[in-house]
């Protein structure tokens, strides 16, 4: 335990230089790609650390210190069958932050994205124990509509899963059926391309078939999909683990831009991206929660010698 940093330790400053890269550009993205929607989502309960900029690690949910979180999961246990994947969990997660998941293959990363809009309810051996609240409301209690959790909570998986249809139906999809009256389809569906980057690649090939899009385009489609129904919180399980260094450059820099409006946690392989994406980062090892904080104190100054392990490669 508290390991100290290691000459060999991953740069965290050598990769972001001191700031995050994909600041330096934000006019440029909200002149085009500005999302307004109608029923735009008001952050007014604004929520942060109490101790933002004091240089300590972000508070798990137990500490006490959290003044209010988006998401608060409380002692949260998973079982399938007899494998305890996940083992008392508790954390906080800030809104409008990236908050990124990293650990080895097999720690419960999916396991835990999937908890926070009950994916997991989908499959039959599956227990859970524990709470977690979102807007202060336990999804887990008898009462939730998981459907509108499901629209309130956005999931984008590692591999791009368009419907087999046309561009402009898969965006449209989401708002169709939930209702939504037939002449804001078209807005809705152009703001969520836009705010998912790629409007200018398709506005002229709207009705062509998703499949004709690139695996990146492809991504993208999936997010503005995902952006169309208004979710609060987007949820995205290595994204980029199939895309070519450019298309996961485009959404790292989406990612960084969604999350003046979102709440974004992603599960991630790359330390690298990891670091230059999120502001905040948990540790997993085998169902366990090791450790978690702002992203440069769990890169640069790890409390635990096994998240220093992990982070410089030493095992995983
Ligand atoms: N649908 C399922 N049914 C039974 N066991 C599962 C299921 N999904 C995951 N598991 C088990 O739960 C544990 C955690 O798996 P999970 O997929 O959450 O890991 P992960 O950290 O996302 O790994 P990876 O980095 O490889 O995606 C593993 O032991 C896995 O075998
Ligand atoms: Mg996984």
Same mark, same amino acid.
């Given at each position: 335990? +508290?390991?100290?940093?290691? =000459? #060999?330790?991953?740069? @965290?400053?050598?990769?972001?230089?001191? /700031? !995050? *890269?994909?600041?330096?550009?934000?006019?440029?993205?909200?002149?085009? +790609?500005?999302?307004?929607? =109608? #029923?735009?989502?008001? @952050?007014?309960?604004?929520?942060?650390? /109490? !101790? *933002?900029?004091?240089?300590?690690?972000?508070?798990?949910?137990?500490?006490?210190?959290?003044?209010?979180?988006?998401?608060?999961?409380?002692?949260?246990?998973?079982?399938?069958? !007899?494998?305890?994947?996940?083992?008392?969990?508790?954390?906080?997660?800030?809104?409008?932050?990236?908050?990124?998941?990293?650990?080895?293959?097999?720690?419960?990363?999916?396991?835990?994205?999937?908890?926070?809009?009950?994916?997991?309810?989908?499959?039959?051996?599956?227990?859970?124990?524990?709470?977690?609240?979102?807007?202060?409301?336990?999804?887990?209690?008898?009462?939730?509509?998981?459907?509108?959790?499901?629209?309130?909570?956005?999931?984008?998986?590692?591999?791009?899963?368009?419907?087999?249809?046309?561009?402009?139906?898969?965006?449209?999809?989401?708002?169709?059926?939930?209702?939504?009256?037939?002449?804001?389809?078209?807005?809705?569906?152009?703001?969520?391309?836009?705010?998912?980057?790629?409007?200018?690649?398709?506005?002229?090939?709207?009705?062509?078939?998703?499949?004709?899009?690139?695996?990146?385009?492809?991504?993208?489609?999936?997010?503005?999909?995902?952006?169309?129904?208004?979710?609060?919180?987007?949820?995205?399980?290595?994204?980029?683990?199939?895309?070519?260094?450019?298309?996961?450059?485009?959404?790292?820099?989406?990612?960084?831009?969604?999350?003046?409006?979102?709440?974004?946690?992603?599960?991630?392989?790359?330390?690298?991206?990891?670091?230059?994406?999120?502001?905040?980062?948990?540790?997993?090892?085998?169902?366990?929660?090791?450790?978690?904080?702002?992203?440069?104190?769990?890169?640069?100054?790890?409390?635990?010698?096994?998240?220093?392990?992990?982070?410089?490669?030493?095992?995983?």
């Amino acid at each position: 335990m +508290n390991a100290t940093k290691s =000459e #060999n330790a991953f740069s @965290f400053a050598d990769t972001l230089n001191g /700031e !995050n *890269e994909f600041d330096s550009d934000e006019d440029d993205f909200e002149s085009e +790609n500005e999302i307004e929607f =109608e #029923n735009e989502i008001e @952050f007014e309960n604004e929520t942060e650390f /109490e !101790n *933002e900029n004091s240089g300590e690690p972000a508070p798990s949910f137990s500490t006490g210190k959290v003044k209010k979180k988006i998401i608060e999961v409380k002692d949260l246990d998973l079982w399938y069958g !007899n494998n305890h994947a996940l083992k008392n969990i508790s954390i906080g997660i800030p809104k409008n932050k990236v908050f990124a998941f990293i650990g080895p293959s097999g720690c419960g990363k999916s396991t835990f994205l999937r908890t926070m809009n009950r994916m997991n309810d989908m499959i039959s051996n599956c227990r859970i124990e524990g709470e977690i609240y979102i807007d202060n409301e336990n999804i887990y209690a008898k009462e939730t509509d998981v459907n509108d959790l499901r629209k309130r909570v956005g999931m984008v998986f590692q591999k791009a899963n368009p419907f087999p249809m046309s561009i402009y139906d898969n965006v449209a999809y989401g708002p169709r059926i939930h209702g939504v009256s037939k002449k804001k389809i078209p807005g809705i569906v152009e703001e969520s391309l836009k705010g998912a980057a790629l409007w200018k690649e398709v506005k002229d090939r709207l009705k062509d078939s998703a499949f004709s899009l690139s695996g990146g385009q492809q991504q993208r489609l999936c997010i503005a999909r995902t952006l169309a129904v208004k979710p609060e919180i987007i949820l995205f399980d290595e994204p980029c683990s199939a895309l070519d260094p450019i298309s996961t450059r485009k959404i790292e820099e989406l990612i960084t831009k969604l999350k003046k409006e979102y709440t974004i946690i992603i599960v991630t392989h790359n330390m690298q991206q990891a670091a230059r994406i999120s502001d905040y980062t948990a540790f997993f090892l085998s169902g366990e929660l090791v450790e978690t904080g702002k992203t440069v104190h769990i890169f640069e100054n790890p409390q635990d010698e096994r998240t220093e392990g992990y982070i410089t490669g030493r095992f995983g």
